[in-house]
T-cell receptor, first 116, second 114 residues
């Protein structure tokens, strides 16, 4: 079946602008995660959804970052007043259900965000 | 806090040989899961193998096996019969069982030489 998809694949914006990054999880997966990967680093957790609600947003760096998942499927990560330090690859992952240790997360191809 | 350490920034291996990628972890939770992911130059994270903290046997998935040594808090990935297509970045990760978020190491870049 189809994997996790993310759009756009690349986004270039200017400092101070607003951006939206979209994630479409694997069909039937109730858990959805956002991570951010800076150059040369492993992914860092941002936020996790179980269904429509954000179950853990402890990884969001500040209040410029916000994510929604209104219908429990597609999620949008929103970044306001972008800064150059926001430049990174934003990865989305989904899993069948949250709570089990063996609940494997499957990742999308990522969105490369560049803030000029 | 949980932490994953990968001490090998880069590794070389000859095609058809086996290679071990090191991973140590730190956690105070008795329940946790350990994962390995492959990230080729295309950028997508590909799940390889999983080991649960209570699993008695080492996990295996095809050419991948996980050498789990709980007392030493290590979870090394062994790739047998390396192929050119195995050249990629490899990340070790663990979850905490509460929110299931993954904590990643800094990765090891593997280069398979013909």
């Amino acid at each position: 079946g189809a994997g996790v998809s993310q759009t756009p694949s690349n986004k270039v914006t200017e400092k101070g602008k607003y951006v939206e990054l979209r994630c479409d999880p694997i069909s039937g997966h109730t858990a959805l995660y956002w991570y951010r990967q800076s150059l040369g680093q492993g992914p860092e957790f941002l936020i996790y959804f179980q269904g429509t609600g954000a179950a853990d947003d402890s990884g969001l760096p500040n209040d410029r970052f916000f994510a929604v998942r209104p219908e429990g499927s597609v999620s949008t990560l929103k970044i306001q007043r972008t800064e150059r330090g926001d430049s990174a690859v934003y990865l989305c992952a989904s899993s069948l259900q949250s709570g089990g240790l063996a609940d494997t997360q499957y990742f999308g191809p990522g969105t490369r965000l560049t803030v000029l | 806090a949980q932490k994953i350490t990968q001490t090998q920034p880069g590794m070389f291996v000859q095609e058809k040989e086996a290679v071990t990628l090191d991973c140590t972890y730190d956690t105070s939770d008795p329940s946790y899961g350990l994962f390995w992911y492959k990230q080729p130059s295309s950028g997508e994270m590909i799940f390889l193998i999983y080991q649960g903290s209570y699993d008695q046997q080492n996990a295996t998935e095809g050419r991948y096996s996980l050498n789990f040594q709980k007392a030493r808090k290590s979870a090394n990935l062994v790739i047998s019969a390396s192929q050119l297509g195995d050249s990629a970045m490899y990340f070790c990760a663990m979850n905490d069982g509460a929110t299931n978020k993954l904590i990643f190491g800094t990765g090891t870049l593997l280069a398979v030489q013909p």
